[in-house]
């Protein structure tokens, strides 16, 4: 059954909410209107052309963005179609570390090279190379997907390389100010409205001077981005920080 013009008409994220609710005929609607979208964001993590009939990315990636579309919150600060090439690109690069993991183990059961059977030390290097290297692809899509947010917000990575405090105990303050920014509800929603931080309201929750917010807008901004999305990289920085 074809989407109506009212439905085709909606905001995404209405229809996204909608298929939460159990509608499966817009579900279906998204799944086949957005598949260029799904096919794209596959190519950009196999470096190469994918055909939705016959690459088994493309099935991984539609399945990836059925399920963005269910664990979708709006509540996140983000458009859905940004949510879900991320998950798309998650799982895909998952999918090819699985399968890179399976050949090499087939490779060396049925070859039986004697070589690298006698060098399993060899054989570790190879595996952990491959595996750091498949890191930097996905630490890289991370850290566009965090250039792409900071936009939203009118910032850089130039300005944040800028305005990050210089000390030690300043960094750890600020991180712990965009804590509790990120864990208070009202607060946090004004963030995600304005795409700026509620000073006069925060400096209230805060053991910090307003003079000190307002110098650290910028980077606390970043670390509130950090925290309410899905950065897992970025969020190995902040470890232990400002709790």
Do not use: W
């Not at 994918?50 to 983000?78: M, Q, T, V």
């Amino acid at each position: 059954m074809m989407a109506s013009t009212s439905v085709q008409e909606q905001p995404l994220e209405e229809l996204v909410a909608s298929i939460q609710q159990g509608d499966t005929a817009t579900q279906n609607y998204l799944l086949r209107t957005y598949q260029p979208f799904i096919a794209k964001c596959v190519s950009e993590v196999c470096k190469r052309y994918i055909d939705p009939k016959r690459d088994d990315e493309f099935s991984i990636g539609l399945s990836a963005f059925n399920e963005a579309i269910f664990s979708y919150s709006a509540d996140r600060g983000c458009s859905f179609l940004s949510f879900a090439k991320l998950v798309i690109k998650r799982k895909v690069i998952d999918y090819i570390r699985f399968n890179q993991k399976r050949l090499s183990s087939i490779s060396f059961d049925e070859n039986f090279d004697e070589e690298l059977m006698e060098n399993p030390l060899e054989v570790a290097v190879v595996k952990d190379r491959y595996n750091q290297e498949l890191d930097a692809v996905y630490r890289k899509e991370e850290i566009m997907e965090f250039k792409e947010k900071l936009r939203e917000y009118k910032l850089t990575l130039v300005e944040l390389s800028e305005a990050s405090p210089k000390h030690r105990d300043a960094r750890d303050s600020a991180v712990k100010t965009a804590r509790i920014l990120y864990h208070d509800k009202h607060l946090s929603e004004y963030v995600y409205r304005k795409k700026k931080l509620p000073i006069k309201e925060l400096v209230k929750k805060v053991d910090v001077s307003k003079k000190t917010l307002e110098r650290n807008r910028k980077f606390i901004l970043a670390i509130f981005i950090v925290l309410s999305g899905d950065y897992i990289y970025l969020k190995d920085y902040l470890k232990g920080v400002g709790q």
